[in-house]
């Protein structure tokens, strides 16, 4: 069981351990319980083959619930590293396109190139047309900046708008903490007012 909590992202052997004994401690219920909500979930979810996003099988296949609404505007496509950052962008309310998730970020220290992330996939996408503007919301890490600078090259030829979201200095953060990385970041997407 430890082992198989260690498998987690984020959970090392000790936390697996405190799992793994908490689990031992409860009725058999419990584990029960948390065995069939993981099988599941496994079961019933997939990937959009649309946007790549978490989808419920249904009888309409597994189209996610984002791309089955007409309402969306089909113009714009956000893209994505990963499908929980969906969840984060949707409770904001104020972005209303589709999206695209590219199942990871380009990261050639660990052997991540372009092919290993659904770039290409993005690219035919926007190649089918009706995409008036992308915009590329991956990480302001290194890994995310390389993939929206590739991401950025590769649509330029499609004669397609490209944005980056802004990064910079959180709300609610006292200059005089902030670091030097993301003060530069914030000077360099500065806006007029």
Do not use: W
């Amino acid at each position: 069981m430890v082992d198989a909590f260690c498998q987690l992202p984020g959970v090392g052997p000790k936390t697996a351990q405190r799992y793994a004994f908490f689990l031992v401690k409860q009725a058999p219920d419990v584990g029960r319980r948390l065995a069939d909500a993981i099988a599941s979930v496994q079961e019933r979810l997939g990937f959009c083959p649309q946007c790549h996003n978490l989808a419920e099988q249904s009888a309409s296949g597994v189209i996610c619930a984002i791309c089955q609404q007409p309402r969306r505007d089909q113009s714009r496509i956000m893209v994505v590293e990963e499908p929980s950052v969906i969840h984060v962008i949707e409770k904001t309310g104020e972005y209303n396109g589709l999206y695209h998730v590219l199942m990871g970020a380009i990261s050639p220290l660990d052997g991540i190139n372009p092919s290993h992330i659904k770039a290409a996939e993005l690219l035919d996408r926007v190649k089918q047309g009706g995409v008036a503007e992308v915009i590329l919301a991956t990480n302001p890490t290194m890994e995310g900046e390389a993939t929206a600078l590739y991401l950025a090259n590769q649509l330029k030829p499609l004669e397609v708008k490209v944005s980056r979201i802004a990064c910079g200095v959180p709300v609610g953060v006292d200059l005089e903490f902030t670091d030097e990385a993301t003060m530069t970041k914030a000077l360099q997407g500065r806006r007029a007012v």
